[in-house]
């Protein structure tokens, strides 16, 4: 079992930034892959990024390569997303996810979710 807190949300100008974090409970934080996912009102939850247990094969939405990065601290049971150049279509609430199944590209790999964390980008 796995909990997870987000933060780091918050209201930022287009082309600005924001690193969120994902705080996660248990010791078993290192065997997990991990990845961010976010919802748009109106729209459904979408994959963002996503990262393996060993902080290896990072991997990114189209909408997101080059202008947000995903990395873990295993010894801080953390994940981070640094998100750089925001626009306003990045608006949404960002989730943060645990896979124990060896696969971290889709929404149906990830066992558990945290209740997610508010990201607004004004125009």
């Known amino acids: 079992q796995v909990q997870l807190v987000e933060s780091g949300g918050g209201l930022v100008q287009a082309g600005g930034s924001l690193r969120l974090s994902c705080a996660a409970s248990?010791?078993?934080?290192?065997?997990?892959?991990m990845g961010w996912f976010r919802q748009a009102p109106g729209k459904e939850r979408e994959f963002v990024a996503s990262?393996?247990?060993?902080?290896?094969?990072?991997y990114y939405a189209d909408s997101v390569k080059g202008r947000f990065t995903i990395s873990r601290g295993n010894a801080k049971n953390t994940v981070y997303l640094q998100m750089n150049s925001l626009k306003p279509e990045d608006t949404a609430v960002y989730y943060c996810?645990?896979?124990?199944?060896?696969?971290?590209?889709?929404?149906?790999?990830?066992?558990?979710w945290g209740q997610g964390t508010q990201v607004t980008v004004s125009s």
């Open positions: 248990g010791r078993t934080f290192s065997t997990y892959d």
């Open positions: 996810a645990a896979a124990s199944g060896g696969w971290f590209r889709t929404e149906a790999d990830f066992d558990w």
């Open positions: 990262i393996s247990w060993r902080g290896t094969s990072p």
